[in-house]
């Protein structure tokens, strides 16, 4: 689940576009992404890390369309919309 409360993943590439590399892991657990895979498919600075069975996958996260959440949130609400400090003693009342 990312920021916005919504999972998006991006298709994983095949394997076929891919090839093994050997990384070394910090005392910290941290690696470093080969800088072409992260030129590709890196988005932000956010990924997914899936835990199979001894393995670890990562996914790009997908682009969040946050118009999506436009006008979604509806409050019947008796408090007129100019006067913003008594919406929100209308939505405390709640």
Excluded: C, N
């Excluded at 050997?22 to 895979?37: E, N, Y």
């Excluded at 030129?39 to 199979?52: A, D, F, T």
Aim: proline share 4%.
């Amino acid at each position: 689940m990312d920021v916005y409360g919504k999972l998006q993943v991006s298709t994983t590439p095949s394997l076929h576009d891919m090839r093994a590399v050997l990384k070394k892991v910090d005392r910290q657990g941290r690696i470093v992404l080969p800088a072409s895979w992260r030129k590709k498919h890196l988005r932000g600075g956010v990924v997914l890390l899936v835990p199979r069975e001894g393995s670890l996958e990562i996914h790009p996260q997908g682009v969040v369309d946050l118009t999506a959440y436009f006008d979604a949130a509806e409050v019947d609400l008796d408090a007129d919309l100019a006067d913003w400090h008594g919406v929100r003693r209308g939505l405390r009342k709640r």
